[in-house]
């Protein structure tokens, strides 16, 4: 069969155009799960550029041509449409090459054994040479849209947790309108993370730092703010830094279908809203970094910004011996620490909620005596006299609260939390 030939073949196979994209989508259908769900503007998406690449095809072997930059072109474009629809790029690539194979059996049946094996070989050749070129294409143009899309989300993310940090956009029904559009999950009462620089310990020397020379003149507003930017700029980026790779670990430790992880910075600060079940890996990520973390929990979407204010001020107020093994504040020193620096949101109630928890059940009103007649006389035996116990009975009740409250009146720390929550009223 000569080009003549070809030509003719091409002419009926596009004059019976609409049987042949039939066939060949729902082959493509069949065949590539990603493909089976799609139905109305998608479906007709799907067939339109069908037929763009089986004409293309069939003209290309008809007239023993190529690709051309416009056909190269049309492939990113639709390798970009793909990526903003979700479509991996795998089954994208998969789809043309079911639908490739596909149109080249309907050619042999529909051209019988009217093509010779030169035309068999040229017909080959462009299915494999061509639509080489066009899967190429095609996904080089998604990893580009994806690799945009991704960093557009990401600010957009970033967005949305700055946001309800300040308190801005967070209603119940503005943050559920702003999930469902990000297509993010939030956790329903979440774990903030506030990250920050840990400071030196007491007695550390302090670092070396070359006098500045004195200025001749008093600087300018735009000049001070000149000064200051590289080193708010540094922070700002090491902060970025140390999030991105914090939140690359939990997500890796993040089970299937949990809750998404928002993070941001602010100044030197990282922030992160964690599922809770992802806050018990926090510590050991920590460990052995120069930061050090305040973890605060069972905030909603719209309690963030409460939240983020107790964690910034307690992690810039706590004393060093008031930090885990890991450098990590919780829930209840940060309440603590708020409390003793009249931070909004901690109170005497709060306060006793956290840090004493079952003890302020009626049930055990008995293991709160005894820690009170414990913190006040100072050791178990003078407590147990007090109480009229036997010491062993007394030891057994403060394992109790031990046990209950999570806490060791024997740590100096713990015992001024746990005095601190028995003194105050609400």
Not at 34 to 55: D, Q
Not at 130 to 137: G, N, S, V, W
Not at 362 to 385: I, K, V
């Amino acid at each position: 069969m000569g080009r003549a030939e070809r030509e003719a073949v091409c002419r009926d196979m596009l004059h019976a155009e609409p049987g042949l994209v039939a066939r060949i989508v729902d082959e493509v259908r069949r065949e590539v799960p990603a493909y089976r769900g799609l139905h109305g503007s998608r479906l007709a998406e799907v067939r339109a550029i069908t037929r763009w690449a089986s004409s293309r095809l069939l003209r290309m072997w008809a007239e023993d041509t190529g690709t051309t930059a416009a056909d190269v072109e049309r492939a990113r474009e639709i390798g970009r449409a793909r990526a903003a629809d979700g479509r991996s790029v795998d089954a994208v690539v998969r789809a043309y090459r079911v639908g490739a194979a596909a149109a080249d059996r309907i050619v042999a049946e529909h051209a019988g054994d009217r093509l010779s094996p030169g035309d068999v070989f040229a017909l080959n050749r462009i299915w494999l040479r061509e639509l080489e070129t066009l899967t190429e294409a095609l996904a080089a143009g998604h990893a580009d849209a994806a690799e945009r899309l991704d960093a557009d989300r990401d600010r957009a993310l970033r967005a949305f947790l700055d946001d309800l940090l300040v308190g801005r956009q967070a209603s119940p029904a503005a943050v559920a309108d702003r999930s469902r559009a990000l297509g993010v999950c939030l956790p329903e009462s979440g774990v903030l993370l506030v990250a920050g620089p840990a400071r030196p310990a007491a007695g550390a020397p302090a670092a070396a730092v070359a006098p500045a020379p004195v200025p001749d003149r008093t600087p300018s507003a735009p000049d001070r703010a000149s000064a200051t930017a590289p080193a708010v700029h540094s922070a700002a980026h090491s902060a970025a830094a140390a999030g991105a790779e914090l939140v690359a670990r939990l997500l890796r430790a993040r089970p299937a279908g949990g809750a998404d992880v928002l993070h941001t910075t602010r100044a030197d600060h990282l922030v992160l809203l964690l599922d809770p079940g992802l806050a018990a890996l926090v510590g050991p990520l920590l460990r052995g970094t120069a930061r050090h973390g305040c973890l605060v929990a069972g905030h909603g979407p719209d309690e963030l910004a409460g939240a983020y204010r107790l964690a910034r001020d307690a992690l810039g107020a706590a004393p060093a011996r008031a930090f885990d093994a890991d450098g990590l504040l919780h829930t209840a020193e940060a309440h603590v620490v708020g409390l003793l620096n009249a931070t909004p949101g901690a109170t005497p109630a709060t306060v006793r909620r956290h840090v004493l928890g079952p003890l302020l059940d009626p049930g055990n009103q008995h293991l709160a005596a005894t820690l009170d007649a414990y913190l006040g006389t100072g050791s178990a035996t003078a407590a147990a006299e007090a109480l009229h116990l036997h010491p062993q009975t007394l030891r057994y009740r403060m394992r109790r609260v031990r046990e209950l409250t999570g806490r060791d009146p024997r740590d100096p720390w713990q015992r001024l939390m746990l005095d601190i929550a028995r003194t105050v009223h609400g």
